[in-house]
């Protein structure tokens, strides 16, 4: 079973930066789909990007588009999510999860089968 734990998350001002990680206890993760949703308060959990295995492919809400970036690095078990441009509605707790299908790159939090703990971002305006 995988495991995986955010870091990263923390207090910024609108249209500042934060870089989130994810780190994935076990190698096998590598073969995964990963993504990044967020739940704010009061609210449903919401997709943010997707990303395959092999990085080739990327996927992101379209509030994040242009904003936001994930990536990956196989070699040491990580998902990132670089958080640019950041406004007061990106504030949320922000989860890391993985998806065992290697076919897609779902938006959706109930295909995916491992989740962190969770990472607050807390954007002030």
């Known amino acids: 079973q995988v495991q995986l734990v955010e870091s990263g998350g923390g207090l910024v001002q609108a249209g500042g930066s934060l870089r989130l990680s994810c780190a994935a206890s076990?190698?096998?993760?590598?073969?995964?789909?990963m993504g990044w949703f967020r739940q704010g308060p009061g609210k449903e959990r919401d997709f943010v990007a997707a990303?395959?295995?092999?990085?080739?492919?990327?996927y992101y809400a379209d509030s994040v588009k242009g904003r936001f970036t994930i990536s990956r690095d196989n070699g040491k078990n990580m998902v990132y999510l670089q958080m640019n441009s950041l406004k007061p509605e990106d504030t949320a707790v922000y989860y890391c999860?993985?998806?065992?299908?290697?076919?897609?790159?779902?938006?959706?939090?109930?295909?995916?089968?491992?989740w962190g703990q969770g990472t607050q971002v807390t954007v002030s305006s």
């Open positions: 076990e190698r096998t993760y590598s073969r995964y789909t």
């Open positions: 999860a993985a998806d065992r299908s290697t076919l897609r790159l779902s938006p959706k939090w109930a295909e995916y089968e491992y």
């Open positions: 990303i395959s295995w092999s990085a080739g492919s990327t």
